[in-house]
């Protein structure tokens, strides 16, 4: 797998240099491939495509694009992972991904080795052009504590050498650990969500605590001017934005020049489509993605519910990858617990999201500390609903004052900004 590695990667190093052209025909035959893929092989496709009576071994290209229909996650919500996996798949060497489940009931694909170890070269190759090398100590902070260790973890020798220089950490942990280890471990890169930079801004600057990083890479959530700046001055470091989601993968990360972010055309296909119709140069659109690289659960035109603008620019780096600009994204904030005590938003996501009949909710810290939560419910009696989530809230938040009420909708939930954990406090 290693030798594999270093081909993709090779690979991948020469083509970002590629014409606008050349990378658009990989696309386009990798595409081809995978929708084709897709219908013969996994029944969820193979319904969705006759529903609408197209037959993808017609579609070629980009121009037989707009005959597929779009995926959304509501389909893979009400799909089996059976029904989404390619009926040809070795499912001995897959593992489980969920996603976070920031905008509803979280979602699980598969992952296999080739997919995990493409993932881990399009990281290697975005960290690369932003001045990462062998030898840098890089440690990321994972949102949760996996119950296994993620597939590219596992590839042979690449685990050693990731052993010796990469460390995680893991967001459930207290942070006041996290700072001893960074003082005494000194990472040179940090990979972390913003929500995580706020915090550790917050407990640094309250412990008086000096950090510093040459890289630190953001990742999970948007990344907006204030945090940038703040993590910059604070911990002396060159930010770099990236942006994907577990369903592809990376989808495009920052260039070194600042002049937006490099789309990762190998292995993704990103379409910006703007009231039915594809976003011009410089439009705002909804990010739509295809996965080139995802064979056991493909992901063929998905969308992601966020938006950004695609732009024709040339970029003065040289990069033949194209460029996509003002990312809106989700955005989540850490909760102060008692006792200062850092609580990670995806912690509190994952709470509240596992609580049967909760729809959707939003938790908002106010500047008093106290915690609000408007929550929908499906199905079940509001009542019990209710009763549950009182009890869940008062397991993570103890004494902290707290207000839940029942609402018909939920302000702004429909929107790419949607904050489900919001804190007046610490924002
Ligand atoms: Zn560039």
Redesign the pocket.
């Known amino acids: 797998m290693i030798f594999q590695m270093l081909r993709d990667w090779a690979s991948l190093e020469r083509s970002q240099w590629w014409s606008r052209e050349a990378l658009h025909n990989i696309q386009e035959r990798k595409l081809s491939k995978i929708v084709r893929h897709g219908y013969q092989n996994v029944p969820f496709y193979r319904r969705l495509y006759d529903s609408v009576h197209v037959n993808p071994t017609d579609v070629i290209g980009y121009g037989g694009l707009g005959r597929l229909p779009f995926v959304t996650r509501q389909h893979l919500r009400d799909t089996s992972l059976q029904d989404m996996t390619a009926a040809n798949a070795d499912l001995t060497k897959c593992s489980p991904d969920t996603t976070s489940g920031s905008t509803g009931t979280p979602v699980t694909l598969l992952e296999d080795p080739s997919f995990a170890a493409k993932q881990e070269m399009a990281h290697l190759r975005a960290y690369w052009?932003n001045g990462v090398r062998p030898g840098h100590k890089i440690c990321t902070v994972w949102a949760m504590r996996a119950s296994q260790s993620p597939l590219a973890g596992k590839l042979g020798l690449y685990s050693v050498i990731e052993g010796k220089f990469h460390r995680r950490v893991w967001g459930t942990d207290d942070i006041h650990d996290h700072m001893k280890f960074y003082s005494v471990w000194k990472p040179d890169v940090l990979i972390a969500s913003p929500s995580y930079y706020r915090a550790l801004l917050w407990f640094s600057e309250q412990n008086r605590a000096k950090l510093s990083f040459k890289v630190a890479v953001s990742s999970g959530e948007l990344l907006d001017d204030t945090t940038r700046k703040r993590i910059c001055d604070a911990f002396q470091s060159e930010v770099i934005d990236t942006y994907g989601l577990m369903e592809v993968g990376i989808v495009s990360w920052e260039?070194?020049?600042h002049?937006?972010y490099?789309v990762n055309a190998e292995s993704v296909l990103v379409e910006f489509i703007k009231d039915g119709a594809p976003a011009a140069s410089g439009e705002a659109g909804k990010v739509y993605v295809t996965s080139l690289d995802r064979r056991i659960t493909p992901i063929i035109r998905y969308f992601t519910g966020d938006v950004a603008t695609p732009t024709d620019d040339e970029?003065?780096?040289?990069?033949g990858?194209s460029?996509m600009k003002n990312v809106q994204g989700r955005i989540v904030d850490f909760i102060l617990g008692e006792e200062d005590r850092y609580m990670s938003p995806w912690v509190v996501i994952r709470a509240l999201r596992s609580i049967q009949g909760v729809e959707n909710f939003k938790l908002t810290q106010k500047s008093d500390s106290s915690i609000d939560v408007q929550f929908r419910t499906r199905g079940l009696e509001a009542e019990s609903v209710l009763n549950v989530l009182h009890q869940r809230c008062t397991e993570l938040f103890g004494d902290m004052s707290l207000d839940i009420k029942l609402v018909d909708q939920i302000e702004g939930e429909r929107g790419p900004k949607f904050r489900p954990v919001a804190s007046d406090l610490t924002h």
């Open positions: 052009a260039c070194p020049q002049r937006g490099h970029c003065p780096c040289g990069r990858l460029l």
